[in-house]
């Protein structure tokens, strides 16, 4: 199993970003795809999950202005970054749980204030 993230960038506190995430290999149902990340320093941390019948979870702190969905049909996960904030700064990893657990190279994210 392979996870391809991109989407990461710079962006001015108050932007928005959107990440992508597509799996490819033997992926089985049902499965959970998430989101976590590390800043400098700091442990990753979970900020949100959602599985394939498309039940989420949200860190407290991203609850309101993060959105994750997905197509599974193509096996992708999408983060809708909204009002971020610089202390969102950090590298964030795409994560599957499907019969083991997954990463993704992680993408940068960093908001400037």
């Known amino acids: 199993v392979q996870l391809q993230a991109s989407g990461g960038g710079l962006v001015q506190a108050g932007g928005s970003l959107r990440l992508s995430c597509a799996a490819s290999?033997?992926?089985?149902?049902?499965?959970?795809m998430g989101w976590y990340r590390q800043a400098p320093g700091k442990q990753r941390e979970l900020v949100t999950t959602i599985t394939s019948s498309r039940s989420t979870f949200y860190a407290d702190s991203v609850k309101g202005r993060f959105t994750i969905s997905r197509d599974n049909a193509k096996n992708t996960v999408y983060l809708q970054m909204n009002s971020l904030k610089p202390e969102n700064t950090a590298v964030y990893y795409c994560?599957?749980?499907?019969?083991?657990?997954?990463w993704g190279q992680g993408t940068q994210v960093t908001v400037s204030s």
């Open positions: 290999g033997s992926i089985f149902s049902p499965n959970a």
């Open positions: 994560n599957l749980q499907s019969r083991g657990t997954y």
